[in-house]
């Protein structure tokens, strides 16, 4: 035990000094002047090293999602014996475009006889359109009347469909004419309207989120038309498709609540 600390005791310091470095952190090691000179130059030791993993911040991660991901640019005449995109794309606009034709005809400032027409009454032989069961007539700019003469037997059903329309519409019933009194453009009238874009906006989102399911499902079974990495390139432009389309709804919802707002 004593010859092994006396034998301790005879190793240089400047190795004892770099095994101690080997347990400090880094960034406390530093050159270390060894005594002695040779040619009138210091001589100094370098502690090794320790490798040191970098991890990625929070605020990198955060700057890596902000940037905009490669869009995908597929010739829809290569894959057409896959899925053919133009008719996913055309499902697609026709989704936007009922959608306008909506904002046209239900969400006005300015009530319209057109506004009532599609109103859905549910009748014994289904659901039919109001202007199928019923005669609408703009009596004034204050009143809109419909004529139930030809189904008198629908007149309730379609007093409920008007009153439900979303459009504050509160009508009332003489016999089988029904009065329809226009409302007041105030304040409350436009913020109702904004309310019910938003609710037909949504309600064609519904609709694509459909289209692109079921173009999706499509796709599974060509799997075997293809390889998988033109599948997953499909995919991503069916996907890229689809956010196109709800961002052009989106423009439409903000031009429509401009002018529903004034």
């Known amino acids: 035990m004593a010859l092994g600390l006396r ?9 004892c000094n770099s095994l101690t470095a080997l347990t400090r952190p880094v960034s406390e090691v530093k050159l ?42 597929l010739n829809t005449a290569l894959v057409e014996d896959i899925i053919s995109l133009e008719e996913v794309d055309e499902e697609m606009k026709s989704v936007v475009e009922a959608l306008k034709d909506n904002f046209n005809k239900t969400v006005n400032i300015r009530t319209s006889p057109g506004s009532l027409d599609h109103i859905t009454v549910v009748t014994a032989d289904g659901k039919l359109a109001l202007n199928q069961i019923g005669q609408i007539s703009m009596k004034s700019p204050q009143l809109i009347l419909v004529n139930m003469a030809s189904f008198p037997e629908c007149t309730a059903a379609a007093i409920k469909a008007i009153r439900e329309s979303g459009m504050n519409l509160n009508p009332e019933v003489e016999g089988t004419l029904i009065r329809v009194p226009i409302p007041k453009v105030t304040r409350e009238h436009r913020e109702m309207l904004v309310k019910l874009a938003k609710q037909n906006t949504n309600k064609a989102k519904d609709s694509l989120r459909k289209v692109r399911t079921n173009a999706m499902n499509k796709l599974k079974k060509s799997k ?10 499909i995919e991503k432009q069916i996907s890229q498709m689809a956010d196109d389309t709800v961002a052009e709804m989106d423009r439409h919802l903000a031009v429509k609540t401009k002018e529903l707002l004034g």
Do not use: W
Request: with cysteine.
């Open 32 to 73: 270390k002047t060894v005594s002695g000179r040779q040619n009138d130059h210091g001589q100094y030791v370098a502690y090794p090293a320790v490798p040191i993993r970098h991890f990625a911040t929070k605020k990198a991660k955060a700057k890596g999602k902000g940037q905009s991901q490669t869009r995908v640019n």
């Open 224 to 233: 075997d038309k293809a390889s998988e990495d033109t599948i997953r390139l």
């Open 7 to 15: 034998c301790f005791r005879l190793v240089p310091p400047a190795f």
